[in-house]
Structures are given as C-alpha cells and as structure tokens.
C-alpha cells in the first residue's frame, strides 16, 4: 500500500477531522455506500444509468411521503391538527421535489427506451410497493394491489397492514365528525380495506366549512394543505403519463398493461374527490 501525504492545506487547526477509527460517521448514518452501490445496471446503454436512479429517487421520495402521510394520520387521530397540517405541508414540497425529478426521463425517444427496455423484463412500476402505500394512504384501497408481493414477506406483510388502516383521509373525516360536523356513520364505519367512495353528505360538508373561512380557519387550511396533495399526486400521474407516451406510444407495458390507454384511465382519478367538488357548492 503506497504511504498518503495528507495535503497540508486540509490538516490545520480549523479544518475537517480526517482520522476515523472506522468508517467515517457520515457514512455510519447515510450508508452512501450502500446507496451509491445499488446500480446494477442490465444493459450497456449509457442511458440506462438515470432510468435506474431516477426510478430508486422517486422510490426514496416515495418512501419520504408515506412517512409524513402517516405522521399526520397519527396526529388527527389524536387531534393535533397543528401537527398533521405540519406533515402535509412537508409532503407537499417533497411531492414538488418529487415530480421535478422527473426532467432527466421526460423526453426520452422510443429508441433511447428501447436500447434498455428489455433488459427490464416484466419490470413495471406497477409492482412499487411504496408507490400502493400511498394510494393506500389516499384511500385508494385493493386488496388486489397485494397479491404481486406474495414472495416479498415484509413487503407484503406493510401493505397488508396499511390494506387494513385507516387511510389519511379516513383520520380527516373521523376528526370533521369529532368536531361535530355530520360525516355520515356509513362513512365513518366503512370497511377500511375498500376504495373510498365519495359521499355526497361529506361534499356537504367540506361545502359548509369552506363557505366560512374565519369559523372554520384551522379546517380550511387543512382542506387546502390536502388539495395541494391532491393536486401534486395528480400532476406525477399525468407526468409519468407524458412521459410514457413519448417513451412507447401506445405499445403495450413492462407490466403487462394496455400502456397508455391504462395510465389515462388511472390519472383521471381524483384524490379527496369532495374536496374538489365541494367547489361547486361554495
Ligand atoms: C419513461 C419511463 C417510463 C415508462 C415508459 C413507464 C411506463 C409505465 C407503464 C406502461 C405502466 C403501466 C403498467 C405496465 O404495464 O407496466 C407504468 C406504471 C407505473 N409506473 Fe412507470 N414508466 C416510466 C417511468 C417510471 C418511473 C421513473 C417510475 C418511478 C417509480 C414509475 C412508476 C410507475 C408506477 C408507480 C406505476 C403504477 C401506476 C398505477 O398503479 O397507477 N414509472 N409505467
């Protein structure tokens, strides 16, 4: 092993430590190197390198926003709309973050995909397991939606669990009702592990809470913050959508899907749908 001359210039008084026994502490809680290891690449398309990691980022991004999602379902369970509406807003700037890191794959040409596509195999998005915790979270239920992770028994195991708690919107409605608006029994005694359905007696009323601003100010904030949710979520589908139809026109997915003509279907769906169509009746 050659000897190191440490360059003088960073071993003064005032500069970094260099010395550590072991590994250096940021390693110890980063694991960037594990993180920057990850890259096993399946083709020798220089281009394969970014759909690879742009997918792991969205994947941590991913992670990041069920965290906040559940920190804020906790906290209105327990009533501390301060808290949850603190999570919300941090989930909405990641899901910023989020969607702008989609730039690096937005124009792809079918044969810059093509060079790597089938070293992907039946590959899809659609077996994220994070991506369905947060439709889960959003209320978008399935069973279904597990059956992928069956060889997967920690994965399964969270998305079982998450299949059968109360997603974030379901906390928002039991805390309308705790403040004594008429969310419905129906709603509130749902079977959680199904798709949320709206409900015309809950359009009522987000209707009545936002056609009174300074009555219900702490509502209406929390309303808007899951608007700007519902907004960000719908913006990845119709970006990733975008994408995909530059990528591989109307070819049929990695997933086994229709492709395209899937992705529309699913990118119409609204998030919180009565809080968009409460609107109407303000
Ligand atoms: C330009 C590159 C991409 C193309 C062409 C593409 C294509 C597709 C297609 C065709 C589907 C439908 C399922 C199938 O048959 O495979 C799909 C689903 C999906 N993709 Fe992508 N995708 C791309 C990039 C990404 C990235 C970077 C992510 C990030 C994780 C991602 C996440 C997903 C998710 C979560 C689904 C399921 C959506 C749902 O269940 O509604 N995709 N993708």
Do not use: C
Not at 109 to 124: H, K
Not at 206 to 212: L, Q
Not at 271 to 276: A, G, R, S, T
Request: no cysteine; net charge negative.
């Amino acid at each position: 092993m050659s000897t190191i001359h440490p360059d003088p210039e960073a071993t003064g008084a005032d500069t970094p430590h260099l010395d550590f026994a072991g590994t250096t502490p940021y390693e110890d809680y980063v694991q960037a190197d594990v993180l920057t290891h990850l890259q096993h690449l399946r083709s020798d398309d220089p281009g394969e390198m970014v759909f690879l990691v742009t997918t792991q980022v969205m994947e941590l991004w991913f992670t990041v926003i069920v965290h906040e999602w559940e920190t804020a379902a906790h906290a209105l369970r327990q009533d501390r709309l301060t808290v949850a509406r603190d999570a919300l807003k941090r989930s909405v700037r990641e899901l910023e973050a989020l969607n702008a890191s989609w730039t690096p794959l937005a124009q792809l040409t079918p044969a810059q995909f093509n060079s790597y596509r089938g070293a992907l195999g039946e590959g899809s998005g659609f077996q994220s397991a994070m991506y369905r915790r947060m439709e889960f979270l959003l209320g978008d239920k399935s069973a279904s939606m597990l059956v992928p992770h069956r060889g997967a028994p920690r994965v399964y195991a969270e998305l079982e669990k998450a299949l059968a708690e109360p997603s974030l919107y379901d906390e928002v409605l039991a805390l309308l009702a705790h403040r004594g608006h008429a969310v419905p029994q129906s709603v509130l005694g749902r079977d959680l592990t199904q798709k949320y359905e709206p409900s015309p007696e809950v359009e009522a009323v987000w209707a009545e809470i936002y056609a009174d601003p300074e009555r219900y100010d702490d509502l209406v904030r929390l309303g808007e913050a899951l608007t700007d949710v519902g907004e960000l979520v719908w913006r990845w589908r119709n970006d990733h959508l975008v994408a995909t139809r530059r990528a591989m026109g109307s070819k049929t997915g990695t997933g086994g899907s229709a492709g395209v003509a899937w992705l529309e279907k699913r990118a119409t769906k609204n998030v919180f749908p009565e809080l968009w169509t409460a609107r109407s009746h303000v």
